[in-house]
C-alpha cells in the first residue's frame, strides 16, 4: 500500500542538515497493541515531496476474537511470528545495507508494554546492526501528525486541536508545534473506542475481520432507521444529568456503556432492535464529544488553523456527519476537520516514520537505553521520552 507525500519543501530542516541530506529514508516499526507494522519512508528533499515506499500492516484481529477483545500474551507473540517476515519483505525488495537507511523510527509508548517491547528491541538492534539512529516515538503524537503526513507537511499548520479517539485514549488537544501539545480534556473513566468495543461483544456483534468497533458501526447500519428515536432507548448523553458538570471540559464513557449493558440484560431484543440500539449508542457518544469539542473552542485563547481528529475511531461515519453538522451549525464552522484516510486512522506504521521525520528535522534522536513506555502523557512528550539533541 503506497501513499505519496509530494511537494514538501522541508522547511522544518534546519540549513545545516539540508546541506548534508539530500535524501533521508526512515525505516519505522509500529506494535504498541495488537497489530503489526512496517513503513519505509523517503524523503526527497531536492525533490521536494516525501513518499512511502513501503508500508504493511498485520492485524491480529481473528486471533484476538477468540478472547473477545486484545489479549496481551496472543498480541506479544503474533508480533514475534510476523515482524522478521515483514522485516525480510521490505530489506529484500528496497534495503541493501546501511546506505539505504538513514534512521530507525520505533513506537516507544504508550501502550501493552510487552507488545511494545517486541518492536523496540526490534529497532534497537537493526539501529546497532545498520549503525544508524534511533528514535523512539510517542504514538499518540504520530496520530496527531497524520494529515501532515498525507499533505508533506503543509498542513494543517500549527497551531491547530487534536482529537485523538482510540481504545486507549479520548484527548483533545492543543498542538502548537511538533513537540508541544497541551492537554484540554482527558477521559473521566474510559476511552470511548473502549466503550464501544465493550459494547459490541455486549450486543454479540461478529468482528469479520474487523476491529469490534467498526464491525459494530457497519453491522447497525443495516437496521431499520425509523426506530431511531430519542425516547426508544433513553440512553443519557454523558455529563449531562448534573448541571455542574454540562461546563466542564472533559469526556465520560463508562455511564454510557452501563446503560447499555442494562438495556441488553433486561429484556430479550430481535436483531433490529439491538441494531437501533448501537446506532443510539453511537449518537449520544459522538455528540457528547462533539459537545466537549465545542466547549473546548470556547474556552481556548488564540486562533487554531484546524481541527485533527484522528485515531481508530476517527474512521467511523456516525462521527463524521455528527462533527460536521455540530460544526457546521456553530460559530466555528469556519475551521477545517481534517480526516486521515481510513486506513492510516487505525495503527500504522506510516504515522511513526513521519513523525520521526519531523522529530529528526528538529534534531532529536534516542539513546539506545530508552524503555518502553506504558502510560505517556502527550504533554510531557520530551520530559518522559528522553530524547538526545544531536549535534549537527
Known amino acids: 500500500m503506497i501513499f505519496g507525500c509530494r511537494n514538501y519543501w522541508g522547511y522544518f530542516f534546519p540549513r545545516k542538515i539540508l546541506s548534508f541530506y539530500r535524501e533521508l529514508r526512515i525505516l519505522a516499526i509500529e506494535t504498541s497493541c495488537d497489530d503489526t507494522s512496517v513503513c519505509l519512508l523517503e524523503n526527497c528533499i531536492d525533490k521536494g515531496f516525501s513518499e512511502v515506499l513501503y508500508h504493511k500492516t498485520e492485524r491480529s484481529l481473528s486471533e484476538n476474537e477468540k478472547f473477545g477483545g486484545i489479549h496481551p500474551e496472543v498480541s506479544i507473540v503474533y508480533h514475534q511470528k510476523k515482524l522478521s517476515y515483514i522485516l525480510k519483505e521490505v530489506f529484500d525488495e528496497y534495503i541493501c545495507g546501511r546506505r539505504n537507511i538513514d534512521l530507525i523510527a520505533v513506537t516507544q509508548g504508550p501502550g501493552m ?52 479517539l482510540s481504545g486507549g485514549h479520548t484527548l483533545l488537544v492543543r498542538s502548537r508545534s511538533v513537540i508541544e501539545h497541551d492537554i484540554l480534556a ?5 476511552s470511548v473506542g473502549d466503550m464501544i468495543d465493550k459494547c459490541a ?24 432507521p425509523s426506530m431511531d428515536t430519542d425516547t426508544v432507548w433513553n440512553l443519557p ?4 444529568k448534573n448541571p455542574e458538570n454540562r461546563s466542564k471540559l472533559a469526556f465520560s464513557f463508562s455511564g454510557l456503556g452501563s446503560s447499555v449493558d442494562r438495556i441488553v440484560k433486561r429484556s430479550s431484543f430481535n436483531e433490529f432492535q439491538l441494531k437501533s440500539l448501537a446506532r443510539s449508542l453511537q ?41 460536521h453538522t455540530k460544526l457546521n451549525n456553530s460559530p ?44 505517556w502523557p502527550i504533554d510531557q512528550l520530551l520530559e518522559l521520552g528522553k530524547y538526545i539533541v544531536y549535534d549537527n
Not at 482527558?186 to 474510559?190: A, E, F, G, V
Open 237 to 240: 448523553e454523558p455529563l449531562m
Open 186 to 190: 482527558s477521559t473521566l473513566d474510559i
Open 201 to 224: 461483544r455486549l450486543l454479540k456483534v461478529d468482528w469479520n475481520g474487523m476491529m469490534p468497533g467498526q464491525a459494530l458501526e457497519n453491522w447497525s447500519k443495516s437496521g431499520d
Open 113 to 164: 508494554i510487552g507488545s511494545l517491547s517486541v518492536g523496540l528491541n526490534t529497532a534497537k538492534g537493526l539501529s546497532v546492526a545498520l549503525d544508524v539512529p534511533l528514535i523512539g516515538i510517542h504514538h499518540m503524537q504520530a496520530h496527531s501528525l497524520t494529515p501532515r503526513l498525507i499533505s508533506s507537511g503543509k498542513y494543517p499548520e500549527f497551531p491547530y486541536l487534536s482529537l485523538l
Open 283 to 323: 449518537i449520544s457518544a459522538f455528540n457528547h464529544i462533539s459537545r466537549c469539542l465545542l466547549l473546548g473552542l470556547e474556552k481556548i485563547d488564540g486562533y487554531v488553523t484546524g481541527i485533527v481528529i484522528s485515531g481508530g475511531v476517527a474512521r467511523n461515519s456516525f462521527l463524521k456527519t455528527i462533527l
Open 332 to 375: 466555528y464552522k469556519h475551521i477545517p476537520l481534517f480526516f486521515p484516510p481510513t486506513e492510516l486512522c487505525s495503527d500504522n506504521s506510516a504515522m511513526i516514520a513521519w513523525t520521526a521525520y519531523e522529530m529528526y528535522s528538529l534534531g532529536y534522536i534516542s539513546d539506545l537505553s530508552i524503555l518502553p513506555i506504558r502510560k
